[in-house]
């Protein structure tokens, strides 16, 4: 499929040819784990599903294809992809990561690699002066997200990308929160683009995923390796629920990000909201920045659908879980029905007090998921939950 073509036939025809025996237009999962081979080393490009499967590449080459990318890399969740990249170190090498990251990343980090010899150090990515001063002669990564997970932060990748290409570092950026709809890193210079495929990108909260994107081979073809070796790889089914996933992302993200919009402009007046945190409003300290860098395929900017707020204090947050109907009480987001979570306890509940503190982490703090739900349903929703 041809670069030129828009992201919304990408979606639906990159990777997605009919069955060549049959003609069929949903091409067949391929449920097996090994292959017929002609003689001892000849096959047909198959010999083991754990290496490659051609459910998984057709995925593969859709993923790369709606970022931008040559080489699309698939895992089993979004923490093994995180895995997976950091699996390319060595011991000793060093890793700057933003510190309002997901919980996950935080623990993997910190409680499982940092056992191995790799080092990391969390910075505030909103400003690129604390960035470069925390680069280190071993530094062999910056690893971001942007928006961050809960407060939506902002990191200016551009001018990230560009530091990282004087010091001779590779640039990492968790696109889970935007999608490839939303936010294009590797067009910004980025080197890898990262997701929780679980999120806006399977966008029904039916599958686990994850997938790593870049246009550098000899990257691509360790990334390979570790998918192969290590082996935390997704089955045929999630490969063929997440391409069937893809062909309406577009739809369903713009309607999301048009919802949460909508409710952010008339919840931010709203007298027991306290520090309303949504990058499409005005009053957010990077909306500038969001304009530039959050760019739907129309070139025109998009807000994304996490909205997060805090009450005046822990009894009215629960007051408000308590009346709530139809955001549902749980963890993750971007799929079509609306969500609540509250980040202190629930996604990062494994980060350390301290750390929950250094990076502005309250327990009166609520992050909503916006659905494709009408948005006067979710609006009087939340108001009557409010009322008290």
Same mark, same amino acid.
């Given at each position: 499929?041809?670069?030129?073509?828009?992201?919304?036939?990408?979606?639906?025809?990159?990777?997605?040819?009919?069955?060549?025996?049959?003609?069929?237009?949903?091409?067949?999962?391929?449920?097996?784990?090994?292959?017929?081979?002609?003689?001892?080393?000849?096959?047909?490009?198959?010999?083991?599903?754990?290496?490659?499967?051609?459910?998984?590449?057709?995925?593969?080459?859709?993923?790369?294809?709606?970022?931008?990318?040559?080489?699309?890399?698939?895992?089993?969740?979004?923490?093994?992809?995180?895995?997976?990249?950091?699996?390319?170190?060595?011991?000793?090498?060093?890793?700057?990561?933003?510190?309002?990251?997901?919980?996950?990343?935080?623990?993997?980090?910190?409680?499982?690699?940092?056992?191995?010899?790799?080092?990391?150090?969390?910075?505030?990515?909103?400003?690129?002066?604390?960035?470069?001063?925390?680069?280190?002669?071993?530094?062999?990564?910056?690893?971001?997200?942007?928006?961050?997970?809960?407060?939506?932060?902002?990191?200016?990748?551009?001018?990230?990308?560009?530091?990282?290409?004087?010091?001779?570092?590779?640039?990492?950026?968790?696109?889970?929160?935007?999608?490839?709809?939303?936010?294009?890193? $590797?067009?910004?210079?980025?080197? +890898? @683009?990262?997701?929780?495929?679980?999120?806006?990108? %399977?966008?029904?909260?039916? !599958?686990?995923?994850?997938?790593?994107?870049?246009?550098?081979?000899?990257?691509?073809?360790?990334?390979?390796?570790?998918?192969?070796?290590?082996?935390?790889?997704?089955?045929?089914?999630?490969?063929?629920?997440?391409?069937?996933?893809?062909?309406?992302?577009?739809?369903?993200?713009?309607?999301?990000?048009?919802?949460?919009?909508?409710?952010?402009?008339?919840?931010?007046?709203?007298?027991?909201?306290?520090?309303?945190?949504?990058?499409?409003?005005?009053?957010?300290?990077?909306?500038?920045?969001?304009?530039?860098?959050?760019?739907?395929?129309?070139?025109?900017?998009?807000?994304?659908?996490?909205?997060?707020?805090?009450?005046?204090?822990?009894?009215?947050?629960?007051?408000?879980?308590?009346?709530?109907?139809?955001?549902?009480?749980?963890?993750? $987001?971007?799929?079509?029905?609306? +969500? @609540?979570?509250?980040?202190?306890?629930?996604?990062? %509940?494994?980060?350390?007090? !301290?750390?929950?503190?250094?990076?502005?982490?309250?327990?009166?703090?609520?992050?909503?998921?916006?659905?494709?739900?009408?948005?006067?349903?979710?609006?009087?929703?939340?108001?009557?939950?409010?009322?008290?």
């Amino acid at each position: 499929m041809g670069d030129k073509k828009r992201f919304e036939t990408r979606a639906i025809h990159a990777g997605n040819k009919p069955d060549e025996s049959t003609g069929a237009v949903s091409p067949p999962i391929h449920f097996t784990s090994t292959y017929q081979q002609e003689s001892v080393g000849q096959h047909k490009g198959f010999d083991y599903s754990r290496a490659a499967n051609p459910t998984r590449q057709r995925y593969e080459e859709n993923l790369a294809s709606l970022e931008g990318g040559k080489y699309g890399i698939a895992f089993a969740s979004g923490m093994a992809a995180t895995t997976a990249l950091f699996q390319t170190l060595e011991q000793g090498d060093h890793v700057i990561i933003g510190r309002n990251v997901y919980g996950g990343t935080y623990r993997m980090a910190v409680e499982i690699l940092s056992n191995h010899g790799f080092q990391f150090d969390f910075v505030d990515t909103r400003y690129l002066n604390q960035i470069e001063d925390a680069i280190q002669p071993n530094t062999k990564w910056i690893f971001v997200e942007t928006p961050t997970n809960p407060l939506l932060e902002l990191c200016d990748i551009k001018s990230t990308a560009k530091l990282c290409q004087t010091h001779g570092i590779k640039l990492a950026v968790d696109n889970t929160f935007m999608s490839p709809y939303g936010q294009n890193p $590797l067009a910004l210079d980025a080197t +890898l @683009v990262l997701h929780s495929a679980t999120k806006f990108i %399977g966008g029904h909260s039916d !599958v686990i995923g994850g997938a790593l994107i870049t246009n550098e081979k000899d990257l691509a073809d360790q990334l390979y390796f570790i998918q192969k070796s290590a082996g935390a790889v997704p089955s045929p089914f999630d490969c063929w629920m997440l391409l069937r996933s893809t062909k309406t992302m577009a739809l369903r993200v713009q309607k999301q990000s048009d919802n949460a919009l909508d409710l952010a402009h008339r919840l931010e007046s709203n007298s027991q909201i306290r520090s309303m945190r949504y990058p499409g409003l005005k009053s957010h300290p990077q909306h500038d920045l969001v304009k530039k860098q959050q760019l739907n395929p129309e070139g025109i900017p998009i807000f994304g659908s996490i909205i997060s707020f805090e009450l005046e204090s822990v009894n009215a947050r629960d007051q408000f879980l308590s009346k709530i109907k139809l955001f549902t009480l749980a963890e993750s $987001l971007g799929g079509v029905e609306s +969500l @609540v979570c509250i980040p202190y306890e629930m996604t990062h %509940g494994s980060v350390p007090p !301290v750390m929950k503190k250094k990076m502005g982490l309250s327990k009166k703090l609520i992050r909503l998921s916006v659905g494709i739900e009408h948005v006067d349903d979710l609006y009087d929703d939340i108001t009557q939950s409010l009322f008290h």
